[in-house]
């Protein structure tokens, strides 16, 4: 089948991987995939994920989308993504969360006994590093919690998916603000490239 026949495929993403998911049809020509996206944020308030996915595939599917995948991992929904996308039918990313499929699955079980104390960044949370963790934790206002949120924690661990040196200054700095150990890894698009290819 040549790659201008292929079937559309609406894509229904988190809103924090757009990036990397225009980079990857671009990378590889995938053409065939729509994409819509759901607020990043709701990785703050997971149980929003679930209903909301729900409710995007109902309405591409009322606009004309006759395949559609979900581009999320679990997420921190427990399970209720899984169940929302066998009842309706759609395939998801595979993994527990972003920070595995950029890494690759199969590389990031691996390495978890040596991980299970890191805190880690992709390059959206690099670049919104202050809104979507300093903020929604309220460390801005109360910064007397950091100890209690990140006291456990030894290495921010920086999934890098382009070689970009200043978001890898951003992520040093935030590292160094959450006095931990840094570790960088370039990981590219991993898994989320693998699966994209697929469709």
């Known amino acids: 089948m040549k790659r201008g026949s292929a079937k559309k495929v609406h894509v229904i993403a988190c809103g924090a991987i757009a990036r990397e998911i225009l980079a990857v049809s671009r990378l590889s020509g995938l053409d065939h995939l729509e994409l819509s996206c759901l607020p990043a944020i709701w990785h703050a308030t997971p149980d929003k994920i679930a209903p909301g996915v729900e409710q995007a595939v109902a309405e591409a599917r009322k606009n004309g989308a006759e395949k559609v995948f979900v581009a999320y991992a679990d997420c921190g929904t427990g399970g209720l993504l899984d169940k929302v996308c066998e009842r309706l039918g759609v395939e998801r990313l595979s993994g527990p ?9 199969e590389d990031f079980a691996a390495r978890w006994d040596d991980d299970v104390t890191a805190f880690f960044l992709t390059d959206f949370l690099a670049r919104q ?36 040196f200043a978001l890898q200054e951003k992520a040093r700095s935030a590292a160094d603000y959450l006095g ?12 989320l490239r693998k699966e994209l290819s697929a469709l």
């Open 180 to 191: 931990l150990a840094y570790e960088y890894r370039f990981t590219g698009y991993g898994d």
């Open 97 to 105: 969360h972003c920070y595995s499929f950029f890494a690759g699955n």
């Open 129 to 164: 590093f202050e809104a979507f963790v300093i903020e929604p934790l309220g460390l801005d206002r109360h910064p007397e919690l950091k100890d209690m949120y990140f006291g456990n924690y030894t290495k921010l661990v920086y999934l890098s998916q382009e070689e970009d």
